[in-house]
C-alpha cells in the first residue's frame, strides 16, 4: 500500500522532533541493533449510525440484525455519507494538529474476503482528510526508576474508511458463518510515521491517543470490543545501515499487549539476524495467552488492491475558513469547539496547581484518578490543596487499591467520600494510617456509609485531646525506663523510640505532633 511504503521512506526525516529523536537517542540493543516503529491504528468513529447507510453502529446486537441493504451490497443502493462521522474525523485531525484536506476523495480498495460483500472497502487513499500531524506524549515506563520523557511521532495522514464485516467459525461443525453488522462502521485510519524505537514508547502513543480521542468523543476507545485497533510495523537495523525489513503485527487489543507484542517482536529480529539468517516480509497476529508474535501471511508480493475513485460519492469539502455553506464541514467552528486537551491540562496542573510534571502525568494519564481529583479540588464552597489530595490519590487511596488487588476502574468509592477523607486530614481528625483503615473498611462494606460515618462506627477518630495524650505519656515513660535513660545520656533518637511506644500503646491514633512535644517537655522535669 502506499501509505505504507511511504512512512518507511520518510523515516529518515526527523527535522522538528524536538524531544528524543529516533537519530539521537536509541535504546541500547545487543551489537548495537536499533529498533524502528510506526504506528497504523483504526479508532471507530462514535456515531449512532454507519458511515454510509442509516443502519445503527452499536456493539453486542444480535448478529447481522445492524445490517442495511447497502452494508449488504444488494444491487443498485448507493452510499450516503455520515455528516456526523466526518466532522468528528475533522475534530479529531484538528486537535492532532493534522492539515485538514479542504477537498478529499474516496476510493474502492479491491479484495475479496466473505466479510466483504461488495468486493471493495471504500476508503481514503489519494486524498485523504488529513495529513501532516503531530503527536508529542509523555512516556512512563513501569517498573523502572527512571523519569518521564516526552516523545513526537509525525502523523502521515488520517483518512476515513468503513470496516468490514467478521467471519464466525465453528471448529465443530466445519462451518464459517459471516456477521455484517460491523461491515460499514465508521473508521479513522491513523498513519504514523515510523518514529519510535521501543515497546513503552509504542504503548505510550496509543495511551495519549486514547486520552485524546475520550475526550473530544469520537471514539469510546474500548480495545475489548474492537473500537481501537493497533497495527505495528516493526524492523531492526545496525547503526549507520539502511533500515532492515520489517514485519507488521496486526490488531493488536490493548495497550499492555503493544508494549508486549513490539517488544518480542524486536527481539525476535535481533535473534534471528544474529544468527545471520533473514527477516521476511510478512503480516504476524500477537498471541495474548503465549506472549508471542505468530506468523499469519507473508508480504513478498505485494498485492494489487486496484484502487480507484468512488463514482457513487461526490469530492468531500471541508471550509478551512469560517463558512455558512451548508453543504460544507466548517472546521473553523469546530476548532473553536475542542476540549481542553491532556498535554494542555498537565501543564495546567504544573503551571497552577504547582504539581510536578511527574505526578502531572500520572493523574492526566488515567481517567478515573484524574476524575476524583478534579471533583476533589473543584467542589463549590471548598478550599483544598491539589498537592495534598494529589499526595493522598496517589499514595494512601493507590496503596490500598493496589493491596488489594482492585482495578482502579473498578473501584466504587465515590469520588465525595475520597472528598470528606482529605477535610479530615486537613482538620486532624484522622491521620494517614486511620486514612487508610477508612479506605480498607469502605471496599468491605460497598460503600454504603461514609467516612465520618466508619470513623465514629469504629473508633478511628485521632486522640487529640492534651490531658489524655499526658497520662499516656508518662505512663509511657515509666514502662521504658531504659530508653529514657539514654535519652538522657544525649542519645536524641531515643525520643523517637519512645513516640513509637506511644502510638502503639494508643493503635496509632494519637496526635504525634502533640505526643512528641509532651515527651520532650516531660523527659526535662
Same mark, same amino acid.
Given at each position: 500500500?502506499f501509505k505504507?511504503?511511504l512512512?518507511?521512506?520518510c523515516?529518515?526525516?526527523f527535522?522538528?522532533?524536538?524531544t528524543?529523536s529516533?537519530a539521537?537517542n ?6 548495537r541493533w536499533?529498533?524502528?516503529i ?17 443502519a ?6 444480535a448478529?447481522n440484525s ?8 444488494i444491487?443498485?443502493?448507493?452510499p450516503?455519507?455520515n ?22 476523495m ?9 466479510d ?14 488529513a ?8 512516556v ?6 527512571q523519569?518521564?520523557?516526552y516523545?513526537?511521532?509525525r502523523?502521515?495522514?488520517l *483518512? ?11 471448529p465443530?461443525e ?5 456477521d ?5 462502521i ?34 469510546s476507545?474500548r ?6 485497533r ?5 524492523s531492526?537495523?545496525?547503526e ?7 514485519t507488521?503485527?496486526?490488531?493488536i ?10 517488544e518480542?517482536e ?5 535473534k534471528i ?10 503480516t504476524?497476529?500477537?498471541d495474548?495467552?503465549?506472549k508471542r508474535?505468530i ?7 505485494v498485492?494489487?488492491?486496484?484502487f480507484?475513485p ?5 469530492p468531500?469539502?471541508?471550509s478551512?475558513?469560517?463558512?455558512t ?5 466548517d ?15 498537565r ?12 505526578t502531572a ?6 481517567v478515573?484518578l484524574?476524575t ?7 467542589e463549590a ?6 498537592k495534598?489530595?494529589?499526595k ?6 493507590l496503596a490500598?487499591l493496589?493491596?488489594n488487588?482492585v482495578?482502579?476502574?473498578e473501584?466504587?468509592i465515590p469520588s ?5 477523607l482529605?477535610d ?6 484522622i491521620?494517614l494510617h ?9 471496599l468491605d462494606?460497598?460503600?454504603r456509609?461514609?467516612p465520618?460515618?466508619?470513623a465514629?462506627?469504629?473508633d ?6 492534651l490531658d ?7 505512663r509511657?515513660?515509666v *514502662?521504658?525506663?531504659k ?15 519512645l ?7 494508643m ?19
Open positions: 500500500m505504507r511504503t512512512g518507511y521512506k523515516s529518515k526525516h527535522e522538528g522532533i524536538k528524543r529516533y539521537t536509541c535504546i541500547a540493543r545487543p551489537n536499533k529498533s524502528v510506526g504506528l497504523e491504528i483504526h479508532a471507530q468513529i462514535q456515531s449512532k449510525s454507519k458511515l454510509f447507510s442509516g445503527e453502529a452499536s456493539f453486542g446486537a448478529s445492524c445490517v442495511s441493504l447497502f452494508d449488504a451490497a444491487p443498485g443502493t448507493l450516503v455519507l455528516r456526523a462521522c466526518v466532522e468528528q474525523g475533522v475534530r479529531t485531525a484538528l486537535a492532532l494538529g493534522c492539515t485538514v484536506s479542504p477537498v478529499s474516496f476510493d474502492r480498495k479491491h479484495y475479496f474476503y466473505a466483504l460483500p461488495a468486493g471493495y472497502q471504500i476508503t481514503q487513499q489519494r486524498a485523504p482528510l495529513k501532516t500531524g503531530s503527536l508529542t506524549f509523555p512512563v515506563v513501569p517498573g523502572l526508576n523519569k518521564p520523557y516523545k513526537s511521532s502523523i502521515l495522514q *483518512q476515513l474508511e468503513q470496516d468490514s464485516g467478521k467471519s464466525l467459525h465453528d465443530y466445519k462451518k464459517s458463518l459471516v455484517l453488522n460491523r461491515a460499514g465508521p473508521l479513522m485510519e491513523l498513519v504514523f510515521e515510523p518514529d519510535l524505537e521501543t515497546g513503552e514508547e509504542a504503548a505510550a502513543l496509543v495511551k495519549e491517543l486514547i486520552l485524546i480521542l475520550s475526550r473530544l468523543g469520537s471514539c476507545c480495545m475489548e470490543e474492537g473500537a481501537l493497533v497495527d505495528a510495523n516493526i531492526v537495523h545496525r549507520n545501515t539502511p533500515l532492515g525489513t520489517r507488521e503485527v496486526k490488531n487489543g490493548s495497550v499492555r499487549a503493544v508494549a508486549q507484542a513490539v518480542f524486536i527481539e525476535r529480529q535481533i539476524l544474529d544468527k545471520g539468517e533473514r527477516i521476511f516480509n510478512e504476524r497476529a500477537w495474548a495467552m503465549g508474535t506468523a499469519m501471511r507473508d508480504k513478498e508480493v498485492q494489487d488492491y486496484r480507484m468512488e463514482p457513487n460519492l461526490p468531500l469539502h471541508v478551512v475558513t469560517s463558512s455553506d451548508g453543504n460544507s464541514v472546521a473553523t467552528r469546530l476548532m473553536a469547539q475542542l476540549p481542553e486537551l491532556p498535554e494542555a491540562t501543564k495546567r496542573l504544573v503551571g497552577i496547581h504547582k504539581l510536578t510534571t511527574e502525568i500520572i493523574l492526566v494519564n488515567d478515573t484524574y476524583h481529583f478534579e471533583f476533589i479540588t473543584a464552597g471548598k478550599q483544598r490543596s491539589p495534598m489530595v494529589a493522598f490519590l496517589l499514595n494512601e487511596f490500598v493496589n493491596k488487588k482495578d482502579l476502574h473501584c466504587r465525595g467520600h475520597l472528598a470528606e482529605v479530615m486530614l486537613d482538620a486532624n481528625l491521620n486511620l486514612a487508610s483503615l477508612i479506605l480498607q473498611e469502605s462494606t460497598s460503600h456509609e461514609t465520618t460515618q466508619i465514629r462506627r469504629k478511628w477518630l485521632m486522640i487529640t485531646d489524655q495524650i499526658e497520662s499516656l505519656c508518662r509511657v515513660i *514502662q521504658n525506663p530508653i529514657v535513660d539514654k535519652y538522657r545520656k544525649g542519645k536524641e533518637k531515643m525520643l523517637y523510640a513516640a513509637g511506644e506511644v502510638a502503639r500503646a493503635e496509632q491514633k494519637v496526635d504525634m505532633a502533640k505526643a512528641v512535644t509532651v515527651l520532650k517537655k516531660m523527659l526535662k522535669e
